[in-house]
């Protein structure tokens, strides 16, 4: 595993171009994350956020037509899906699917194991394996029952998107990516996704956190903020955007951007 | 051979005495067809085999094969308000009116506006094109059952219907069969063609009524083309006498973006059968079936379709619905093939059945064949009564069991018929249905 | 949360091969080839039977030529006519005509031969808590835990057997469910048959220990016509569970068997079968012919039969395990993965005929198909009027892997009840590109993603096995599976 050294860049993403059925989402995205620090990636319905958050982790829906991305100075772009996972990227899925008949318990060990077995760790047995489940289960007050029952099947909202922080905690990813965690959380879901995302986060990882409000910014707080609108970064600041545009709008930035 | 012969006897004779006085006048190809049509009838028969016999495994139509069903060479006197005491009527249609399958100019409105209507009659004297073209072409004819050669054997009238590219009809044509149920049992072979250019837009509206509960035969087919972009609303309602037979198809042709709506009601028949196909043979067409059967007495009524996706982003739609009372019994055959490379197609069917009598019978088989593999497919089918819990319910808020029961049927077959779109039909169904509709007996 | 301990048989493998194929060196006793009435008698005297057995068998025979070799025609199937004068109808392994009486007389070859298929024999090698009984070819070789069984009554032998030493059962059951004019298949077995497993619970007793018989073809050219027999008396529980395979031959074989199942009040009755017959080389050569038929009659009130099959062998499957629920509140299931491969074709599926009052059933059906392979559910509920408050669910789903293959359902759903309650479901689909992708972004690769889904699709049948089945069901699948996607 290489060793991740604060400040220096982990992601580039460099002129990206996307699309979707024909469609053009993303027009242009530039995009420097350095280890240590966390990224908010915000703008209206439909500007492509979370576009980009899933071109990152390689879904294959999306068509790449232009640009480029280096991950650790890998060319990101030509990887497989579960090879970025292995690598480090993680994403916290909006809408986090669900796989019945397939175990959490089942489903985590296995890509524990995978992304182990990647970085030339040995595989860990049952018992080790459950004593780290255990830790991270309580970073985000999940119950016990819930890891042997199907993936994310009849879980509600809140406990899908904990669920989702957990396996970020359990697969200790060097880029985490979060897609709209915070969408649909109450306030007490809310507190609790981002303490265990504050306990993730340290000087070894990065974090792009998508989202639409500024509310969660208020628990989570970001080095940078970026407003993405009609696929491309329209303004990039500190913390201060985030207020800013929580006040104005995206009307405010659409308008200048017109301009 | 000898014993169908015998069997068909009455077939027999009426055939040749057909040929020689209307067939003479026909064209030469139509001549032959109908001749070929006539020989693959006396191969095949009527579909009586009861075992290994799939498409007809619930319904025995050996009182047909048996009844003795002479060809209605002329129609019978019924004024216009006969008709319209029984059968659905709105002026605001285009009404063409048919008795024992013999179009009645007389009762009928003249076509006016953009859509081209004749009858069948008219249109082979007049040597249209049309008729030539897609007579006999609709899917499905080759492995079609002797039902479908004995009509296309007796071939004469009917209606020929024909709505030019990008048309929207200003009015909804309705063909209206009416059957005098007189005093011989008579049989009748309407056949319809609808031919739907591209982006054309159009309402049919098919009635099958009977005015005497008399003994006789209605053997229809209707054949659809639809060209890409083409819209069809297709009505159809079987409302014959309660001791006649009825066995009709509609066949329907899609090309790519095409889409067909049809809503059919089945009220009452003796013996009542109904075939339909769609071949979804073009990109992005649709489908949306929807059905009512509401059977009572000792009628029997089968609806059996087949919904053929060809090609890829096809979307089918099947939504029937069934009451059973009485000594009754209903059949549903739904079949969905997903032939390979029809990927994205997006099927989904279903039917429902609320069995209120304890002598009446529905089976219903509902079935997917598929070879592509990206594909959502899904049927489901119900069977059962009301339920008592919702019963319960109602009667806890006051209404007495037959009230609460009465509603919860109402509800059941008014999803259907709040759907249709014609004031005037759906008016008509309202009181044909809703009104008859019996409540639920706790006791049996 | 444990390792789950998985049996031997399906390990080591490394690729799609049918990994049962060898075949064993067997000196057998074999009768001449082709089926005439001399045959049926020379498989009765082989057996020692008593007249009223061969009688029963030369009814059915004569039965069977009256349909004239016309084999049904309506399942979702083809091949080739068959032959049936092209085939051994009885082939036994020689070592085993005088019947052994204890497992040290069992021949240590068979013996062998049944430790590499991972099916011990020697009870100190045996599954825990599983008696078996296996059959080769047509003779049933060895009987193990045969004195526990003893103890509480529990008669678990040879039907050939059962029809010496217990004859008043045989001769009361036998034929009771499963007829003789059935079908063309029942016909041909009830003439033929050589072997299969007889079980008889007594009232009141709960079978301490899972039953199991293991099936194999070993012979070339031979047909397979087992028969088996399973009688729980009032109040009785049993579970019994069969195994199947059979080694890779260029030619196809038959397998036509029938199991009847008989449950008196009270009793219950679960059936259990993972079916792993030769399927045929990936061009579609060879494999079994695999039509059976399957039927249970839960003949006594509060009586229970349920199915649970695991389908992942033979060429073509034939196959309707059904419940007839006669007693008042009895109940009916079947659950079943069915999964093919290659140019596997399965038309398989159940039959729930409700007479009885309250009776219930339910049918949980899922199919796999990948390859070239053809995969049909084919079922059907019947609702009689005397059965006041049935019930009945269904829920039939398929997935498809690849676009050469098929996957089909076919319900008959007929009620003549106004009580009754019956709702079928059915879905196709292929594996959910949203779900592979989670899994892959949680670092699971491809293969392993879709095995995963695909074994969580079939999760809710597995859990209806016995514990160690359900282990080896999973493994069967995921080496079915192999090279199917990616």
């Not at chain 3, 003789?180 to 033929?192: E, H």
Request: with cysteine; charged share 25%; proline share 4%.
């Amino acid at each position: 595993m290489t060793q991740e050294i604060k400040n220096s860049p982990v992601l580039e993403v460099i002129d990206l171009h996307v699309s979707i059925e024909d469609k053009e989402i993303l027009k242009g995205v530039n995009l420097t994350v350095n280890i240590g620090e966390v990224h908010a990636i915000m703008g209206p319905n439909g500007s492509g956020k979370s576009t980009l958050a899933n071109v990152l982790a390689g879904r294959p829906e999306y068509t790449v037509t232009g640009g480029q991305v280096l991950y650790k100075g890998m060319d990101l772009l030509s990887m497989l899906p579960e090879l970025r996972a292995r690598e480090g990227i993680f994403l916290a899925f909006q809408y986090p699917v669900e796989l019945p008949g397939v175990r959490t318990w089942q489903f985590l060990k296995a890509s524990v194991d995978a992304i182990r077995q990647h970085r030339g760790e040995k595989v860990l047995s049952v018992r080790e394996f459950d004593k780290l489940l255990d830790e991270k289960r309580e970073i985000v007050e999940m119950d016990t029952d819930l890891v042997k029952r199907s993936v994310n099947e009849g879980f509600s909202g809140g406990e899908k998107k904990r669920n989702e922080i957990m396996q970020m905690a359990l697969l200790d990813p060097t880029l985490a990516l979060l897609d709209e965690t915070d969408s649909g959380l109450d306030i007490d879901a809310l507190r609790i996704v981002s303490e265990g995302v504050n306990k993730v986060r340290s000087d070894k990882n990065a974090f792009v956190l998508v989202t639409h409000y500024q509310r969660i910014l208020n628990y989570i707080t970001p080095d940078y903020v970026h407003v993405l609108v009609d696929g491309s970064i329209v303004r990039s600041g500190g913390r201060e955007l985030a207020l800013e545009l929580e006040d104005k709008g995206y009307e405010w930035l659409r308008d200048q951007v017109a301009v | 051979m000898t014993q169908t012969l015998t069997k068909y006897q009455q077939y027999e004779t009426d055939y040749k005495s057909f040929d020689d006085s209307i067939g003479s006048g026909q064209p030469e190809w139509l001549r032959s067809m109908r001749l070929s049509a006539w020989s693959r009838f006396q191969e095949l028969g009527f579909p009586t085999a009861r075992r290994g016999n799939e498409p007809w495994k619930y319904t025995n139509v050996g009182p047909i094969a048996d009844a003795s069903l002479a060809l209605a060479t002329k129609p019978a006197q019924v004024t216009l308000d006969q008709i319209k005491a029984t059968a659905p009527w709105d002026d605001s249609w285009l009404n063409m009116v048919f008795v024992d399958g013999h179009y009645v100019s007389e009762y009928s409105g003249s076509a006016s506006g953009n859509v081209t209507v004749t009858s069948l009659a008219q249109a082979i004297a007049n040597g249209d094109e049309l008729v030539e073209q897609h007579l006999g072409q609709a899917p499905q004819f080759e492995e079609a059952d002797g039902f479908v050669s004995l009509n296309t054997a007796f071939v004469r009238d009917g209606a020929v219907l024909h709505i030019k590219q990008g048309v929207t009809a200003d009015k909804p044509v309705h063909l209206l069969f009416v059957s005098s149920g007189a005093d011989e049992a008579t049989v009748s072979h309407p056949r319809v063609l609808l031919v739907c250019e591209a982006n054309s837009k159009a309402t049919l509206i098919e009635s099958f009524v009977g005015l005497d509960e008399n003994v006789y035969f209605t053997n229809a087919i209707t054949e659809i083309s639809m060209a890409s972009g083409a819209e069809l609303q297709h009505y159809r309602l079987m409302q014959e006498s309660e001791k006649s037979f009825h066995v009709g198809s509609a066949r329907v042709q899609q090309e790519s973006d095409s889409v067909y709506r049809s809503k059919v009601f089945e009220r009452k028949v003796g013996l009542g059968r109904f075939d339909l196909y769609t071949n979804m043979d073009g990109e992005g067409s649709s489908c949306d079936l929807k059905g009512l059967y509401y059977t009572s007495g000792s009628q029997h009524v089968d609806n059996y379709i087949n919904i053929n996706h060809q090609k890829p982003h096809s979307t089918s739609r099947l939504y029937y619905k069934g009451i059973l009372d009485g000594k009754s019994r209903a059949v549903f055959g739904g079949t969905v093939y997903v032939q390979p490379g029809a990927i994205k197609t997006d099927s989904r069917q279903e039917d429902k059945n609320l069995v209120l009598s304890p002598d009446a019978e529905v089976d219903s088989k509902p079935a997917l064949f598929i070879y592509a593999d990206d594909v959502v497919c899904g049927h489901g089918a119900t069977a059962g009564n009301i339920d008592q819990d919702t019963v319960f319910y109602m009667r806890s808020r006051g209404l007495d069991l037959e009230a609460a029961s009465r509603q919860l049927i109402y509800g059941f077959a008014d999803e259907i018929i709040e759907a249709v779109e014609d004031d005037g039909l759906r008016q008509y169904l309202e009181k044909l249905f809703l009104e008859s509709l019996p409540s639920y007996k706790f006791e049996f | 949360m444990t390792e789950q301990r998985v049996i031997s048989r399906a390990t080591g493998v490394e690729d799609n091969e049918y990994k049962w194929g060898f075949d064993f060196d067997i000196e057998s006793d074999k009768a001449p080839k082709g089926l005439s009435e001399d045959i049926v008698r020379l498989i009765s005297q082989k057996k020692g039977e008593p007249e009223w057995m061969l009688e029963w068998r030369l009814k059915a025979y004569k039965y069977w030529l009256t349909l004239d070799n016309e084999e049904p025609k309506w399942a979702n199937i083809d091949y080739p006519p068959i032959d049936f004068q092209d085939m051994y109808y009885y082939a036994a392994p020689k070592s085993s005509a005088e019947a052994p009486q204890s497992m040290d007389d069992v021949d240590p070859e068979i013996r062998e031969a049944f430790n590499k298929l991972g099916i011990p024999l020697i009870e100190q090698q045996r599954l825990s808590g599983v008696a078996v009984d296996a059959v080769l070819d047509s003779a049933s070789v060895a009987t193990t835990y045969r004195k526990m069984l003893e103890e509480v009554g529990v008669i678990f032998c040879s039907v050939s057997e059962a029809v010496k030493t217990h004859p008043d059962l045989v001769k009361k059951y036998l034929g009771s469910v499963v007829p003789y004019t059935d079908n063309f298949f029942a016909a041909l077995n009830a003439g033929v048959f050589s072997d299969g497993s007889f079980v008889y619970v007594p009232p009141g007793v709960r079978c301490p220990i899972e039953l199991m018989t293991y099936f194999r073809i070993n012979e070339l050219n031979t047909g397979q016509f087992e028969r088996t027999l399973i009688i729980a008396d009032k109040g009785s529980y049993v579970s019994y569970l069969e195994g199947c395979t059979a080694p890779m031959r260029k030619t196809h074989q038959l397998h036509a068997a029938v199991v009847e199942l008989i449950a008196l009040d009270d009793a219950e009755i679960k059936y259990s079968t993972l079916q792993n017959w030769f399927p045929g080389d990936k061009e579609g050569n060879g494999g079994v012919y695999n039509f059976v038929t399957k039927r249970g009659a839960a003949r006594g009130k509060n009586s229970k039969i349920s199915w649970t099959q695991v389908e992942t062998g033979s060429a073509i499957t034939w196959k309707y395990p059904s419940v007839i629920l006669q007693g008042d509140n009895s109940v009916g299931e079947f659950y079943s993965v069915a999964l093919v491969n290659n140019y596997q074709q399965a038309d398989t599926g159940t039959k729930m005929i409700h007479i009885g009052k309250n009776t219930k059933s339910t049918i949980i059906a899922k199919g796999i198909s990948a390859g070239k392979a053809q995969n049909t559910y084919r079922g059907q509920v019947k609702i009689m009027p005397s059965a006041t408050n049935a019930r009945n669910f269904t829920q039939c789903d398929s997935l498809l892997i690849g676009d050469k293959c098929g996957a089909h359902t076919v319900p008959y759903i007929e009620v003549r009840n106004p009580t009754a309650q019956m709702a079928h479901e059915a879905t196709t689909s292929k594996v959910d590109d949203s779900q592979l992708f989670y899994l892959q972004q949680r670092g699971i690769g491809l293969e392993d993603a879709n095995y995963m889904i695909i074994n969580g699709f079939c999760r809710g049948i597995f859990k209806e096995l016995p514990f160690e089945f359900a282990a080896e069901a999973s493994q069967l699948l995921r080496v079915n599976l192999e090279g199917t996607v990616g």
